[in-house]
């Protein structure tokens, strides 16, 4: 199994953690923050827009769950395909920060909490 690294740098702004992703890790895609290209992705665009590192520090929305970037038509259809659980994504951020939740998934070895 090959090793994750803890990285901070490595937590997309939507809260999943790039890390951990098999396209990350084999050489297909160079992350969230590092995706130029990216430019598709709603969540990223108004996270850099508003200058915060990820979804968790938005100061729109008391829940991020409720914005419609974030919680859109497409997140929800990969959050079923992948069965991924952003709100816990989010909400642990919010409460331990960017280092646990980067620290954690690395020893998870996921890219997302899973729905439970």
Not at 33 to 46: L, M, S
Not at 63 to 80: A, I, T, Y
Request: glycine share 6%; proline share 6%; with cysteine.
């Amino acid at each position: 199994m090959q090793t994750i690294a803890v990285d901070p740098r490595l937590v997309a702004y939507c809260g999943l953690y790039c890390g951990a992703c098999p396209r990350y890790l084999k050489g297909r895609c160079p992350g969230c923050h590092e995706n130029h290209k990216a430019t598709w992705c709603k969540p990223r665009t108004c996270c850099i827009e508003n200058k915060v590192p990820t979804c968790a520090q938005c100061k729109e929305y008391d829940d991020p769950m409720e914005c419609k970037k974030l919680n859109n038509f497409l997140s929800r259809f990969f959050g079923v395909i992948f069965n991924s659980d952003r709100r816990a994504n989010i909400e642990y951020i919010q409460k331990k920060g960017v280092g646990k939740y980067a620290k954690k998934m690395a020893e998870k070895g996921e890219p997302t909490f899973k729905r439970k």
